[in-house]
């Protein structure tokens, strides 16, 4: 029969007689054996308990820590690229290219748009093997998205995901002239993209926005990079799960083409103001 080893120990009973109860309550000095004698449990002492939950919460602090770190990274990249003061530490050095040749561990995940004028490593200032990027026009979410950051988050436990949207994408703009004159003759793969932003901007359409080109844009733009954050926070199991118990973070920004600045706007956790 097993018994506890007074060391807190995971021990399994698959039936817990009444007197080894006694003894492993005696033993551990308050574990709660007693009242589920009849089931295979872990038979933890009370200080062990507690002594978990603190490193439970410490872990996730840990995380959480990396993530900001992360995100602090990028927003001093940014600043650096938008005072026109670059880090020569992130330059592609060919010493840099030889030393990640066998391995990456980007810290940040970056779902970004195609557009020319929004390189991820650029805009934040980063070098080779910083940043994991995935671009498509207007920073949609479609499966192989989701894939790219799965692979990326789980494969190099990388802390933090930035879906990155900017002023004037052509992608929206697209969409939002698909929106007032539909056309007959558009591709099929291009459609496939408008259909993905057409269902942030509809709504918006019917407000009095409709009025005002400009504010419509700024809002349609961020209207799909918070869609884009929701889908990957709730549109895939691994990530969820990365996000419940791992610590992921997943914000949304946009970036400026007029004044380079990225500003984080959805997600931020509470203690960061962007
Ligand atoms: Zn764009």
Known sequence: MASHDGSGTHLRFA???????KECF?????????????????????????????QNSNRKKEIMDTAKA???????GNRRFVADVR????????????????GQEPFAIILGCSDSRVPAELVFDQGL????????????VAPSQVGSVEFAADRYRTKLVVVLGHSQCGAILATL??????????SRNLKSIVDRIRPSIETLMETEL????????HQSVRANIRASVNHLRHGSEILENLIQNEGLLVV?????????????????PADIQD
Do not use: W
């Open 252 to 268: 949304g920004a946009e970036y400026s083409l007029e004044t380079g600045e990225v500003e984080f706007f959805d997600g931020l």
């Open 70 to 76: 992360a995100l602090k990274r990028l927003r001093d």
């Open 15 to 21: 039936k817990f007689p009444k007197q080894a109860a």
């Open 210 to 217: 409709k009025h005002d080109h400009d504010a419509l844009v």
């Open 129 to 140: 093997g910083d940043l994991f990027v995935i671009r498509v026009a207007g920073n949609i």
């Open 26 to 54: 005696k033993v551990a000095n308050a574990c709660f054996c007693t009242r589920q004698r009849h089931r295979a449990f872990a038979c933890i002492p009370k200080q062990m308990h507690s002594s978990r939950r603190h």
């Open 177 to 186: 002239d698909e929106l007032k004159r539909p056309s007959e003759n558009q």
């Open 87 to 102: 880090n020569p530490d992130n330059a592609s050095s060919h010493a840099r290219r030889s030393e990640i040749a066998a």
